[in-house]
């Protein structure tokens, strides 16, 4: 998939997702406070700010992090659907388990925005992915349902957008809502396993496009 349709899948996730990336170019991206530097002009990207060292194991929330314990895990493949990508860098971000995108005060760059729940793994050889964090809460006031923001980015490719991490159990997530799903990278509802006390656990292959 060329660059621009590669953007273009990102826009149309973000929309689905209820969460729009900036049209600003980037002389006009917004002003963090002195010392912070500025915000990206793309509000949902992420991998230019990732750690040059990485694992394809990724820990979101601390152990003092409050809600249900979570863990999703999966591989990664090529658009053939059978030959691991291995290298590629994915970011991730959520909600806490109140629903808002919790902040410290010293957050650089769109941890401005996205808040301190976010994090960066790269798949391994076999092109496996696993983060281990907490369920997100829905929205406040919000007819979103729970999920998880993910983008991609394959070696020496541009970052792009595929559809939230989301949960079949969630009351939230309707007929209607699920109908809208475009499936970029592949259908992103998991059936959990677990339950609040003891923690969940979820499983999502990913198949890049073309």
Known sequence: MRAAQLRAAGLLAAVLSGCQPS??????????????????????????????????????????????????EGRIFL?????????????????????VYPKRGDETGNG???GYLRGWLRTSAEGRYRIRSIRPGA??????????????????????????FGFDDDPLLTDAVR??????????????????????RGRRDIVLPD
Not at 23 to 39: D, I, V, Y
Not at 84 to 98: D, Q, R
């Open 139 to 164: 929205y406040p006031d919000s007819e979103q349902p729970q999920h998880i923001h993910v983008t991609l980015r394959p070696p020496g490719g541009e970052e792009f957008w595929i559809d939230d």
């Open 23 to 72: 049209t600003q170019g980037p002389a006009s991206a917004e002003r963090a406070p002195a010392g912070l530097g500025p915000l990206s002009a793309c509000e949902w990207c992420g991998a230019a700010e990732a750690p040059a060292e990485l694992s394809w194991d990724l820990r979101i929330a601390g152990e003092d992090e409050p809600g249900e314990a979570l863990v999703l």
């Open 79 to 99: 658009a053939d659907g059978r030959t691991p990508a291995a290298g590629v860098l994915m970011y991730a971000y959520h909600t806490n388990s109140a629903g």
């Open 112 to 114: 401005r925005r996205h």
């Open 179 to 200: 109908a809208e799903l475009d499936n970029i990278g592949g259908f992103g509802i998991m059936v959990l396993e677990g339950n609040a006390g003891v923690g969940w």
